[in-house]
């Protein structure tokens, strides 16, 4: 049976150190998106949850477990009276048996448009474990994030260990060449985040292999995940020592013809918190 434990702002939580979910971070998360009262794709969100849950941690989740998150999620937010916020989900199996948490981050700024670093240096593994699964071991993504964030980009994007075009340290990426849209495939060893697979049901949208040397014959790019939505990219660096490959701005007003889909998506599977 699954227990579920909602932390306010000011309130701590206690763990043994002990706990495999403390000393090896074994533990999947989800951030979820509420806007204006309204919690965004919460079934795609569970889905996936579940679907680790059983793969990790052999932790069957319920029907009963699904509705009674999203009551407490509801809750929360009542509780709190914020209708616009980043929520986050974390479960972990302790001795005594698995715990959802529900708590919320704080939003950063984002800006409209962002810039890139095309990093090497640190290929994901398309082969590890983990692979498709939000762990809590994130400390990487997090390392690098930050790193990027010293150097003045928002983020990195990443390659593979085969050198293929991966996605950004908490993000997926697309790009667009032509009247064409291409996305790196599942194979890379990407994560593949909720406003991927809502675009890649909506639009005629390629998923295949991109090497570093093709990012200089596309004509735009854009970025996304569940809080930044869709994110257009305004240039990327690193490619080479002298090429800093800037997007033409075309591909700016088919950005937001796509961000307008997914508004319109998002509105249609939205649930009322309020």
Known sequence: MLRIEKIHSGEQLTIDPRESAFS????????LQVAEGYLQFWSRHWSRLKASASRLFSCDLSTEDEAASLEAIKAYCSD???KDQVLKLSLIVLATGPVLYIYSRERTVQEASVKLYLNQAHPINENALHVGHKTHNYLENMWLLREAKLA??????????QGELCETC????FFIQGDQIITPSIETGLFPGIIRAVLLEALAIEET???VEDLLAMEGCFVTNSIVEILPVLEIAGISEQTDHSFSGNALSKIEEIKATLKTIAKSEAINLF
Request: charge should be neutral; charged fraction near 15%; proline fraction near 0%.
């Open 24 to 31: 090896h971070g074994a533990g999947i998360f989800e951030t």
């Open 80 to 82: 709190s009276g914020q």
């Open 170 to 173: 908490i993000g997926n990426c």
């Open 209 to 211: 292999q991109i090497k």
């Open 152 to 161: 003045g980009y928002a983020d990195y994007l990443r390659v593979n260990t």
